[in-house]
């Protein structure tokens, strides 16, 4: 069980720090999360959201991505950028519904009614948007427009982001992947438990950063998830 609990601590606490981050800028302040621009038009400009109402210039959200297949020597043509926007505006309404549903969530947790006044910090939505991200990055892995060695590339970079940003996202991942992925009843026991973790590490900062105890807060959740695994689900991330 040791050797269970410091195989499956590595996938929890692994450091973001030795992934290439995509970011498609899916951040901003609460308020804004619930007016994510909808598509408009047809084909948007080569590697641009589409122009929004309110004058903001639009936002280019392949920059980080084509940087990465250049360096990879599998650009990105013109003709593919158009298209993984046209992906990209399709993708973000049901995105934003996915961020709506979540502040109603934080909002109902808190006992607080509708408003502004009462939205949840950037802190609270955090996880929310970089599973949302990440969950993104994935889709455009399989995305038509790319030819196989770009898809393939993509895919890489996906896994590696999940992975190094760890919790239930990682774990989930690195069982999908050994053909032993969580059943729907797990998942309905397991991600509560992140989201409470994510809620009392977020309590912690605000009141004192102590490294210690939000060690010890994680290695909980981490007791708490072993329990819940099947002994294959648990040998498959030892061997991971």
């Not at 397991?190 to 409470?196: G, K, T």
Request: proline share 6%; hydrophobic share 40%; net charge positive.
């Amino acid at each position: 069980m040791k050797h269970v609990m410091l195989a499956v601590a590595c996938v929890i606490l692994a450091s973001s720090g030795f992934a290439q981050q995509v970011d498609f800028g899916l951040g901003g302040d609460a308020s804004s999360l619930l007016n994510l621009p909808a598509p408009r038009g047809n084909t948007p400009a080569r590697g641009t959201s589409p122009a929004r109402s309110d004058g903001v210039p639009p936002v280019d959200r392949l920059v980080r991505l084509r940087e990465l297949l250049v360096d990879a020597n599998v650009p990105l043509a013109k003709e593919q950028e158009a298209a993984l926007n046209s992906f990209l505006n399709t993708e973000i309404p049901a995105m934003r519904r996915t961020m709506q549903q979540r502040i109603a969530e934080l909002e109902k947790r808190k006992g607080s009614g509708a408003g502004l006044q009462n939205l949840p910090s950037m802190d609270e939505l955090a996880p929310e948007i970089i599973r949302l991200n990440d969950q993104l990055l994935g889709k455009m892995a399989a995305a038509v427009a790319l030819n196989p060695e770009q898809q393939a590339f993509v895919k890489k970079l996906y896994q590696d982001q999940v992975k190094s940003r760890g919790g239930f996202e990682a774990i989930k991942l690195t069982l999908e992947n050994a053909g032993v992925p969580f059943s729907a009843e797990q998942i309905g026991q397991i991600q509560p438990l992140f989201d409470e973790q994510n809620q009392a590490k977020l309590q912690l900062l605000k009141e004192s950063p102590d490294k210690v105890k939000i060690d010890q807060l994680q290695r909980e959740t981490l007791s708490k998830v072993i329990q819940l695994l099947t002994p294959t689900q648990r040998s498959a991330l030892v061997a991971k």
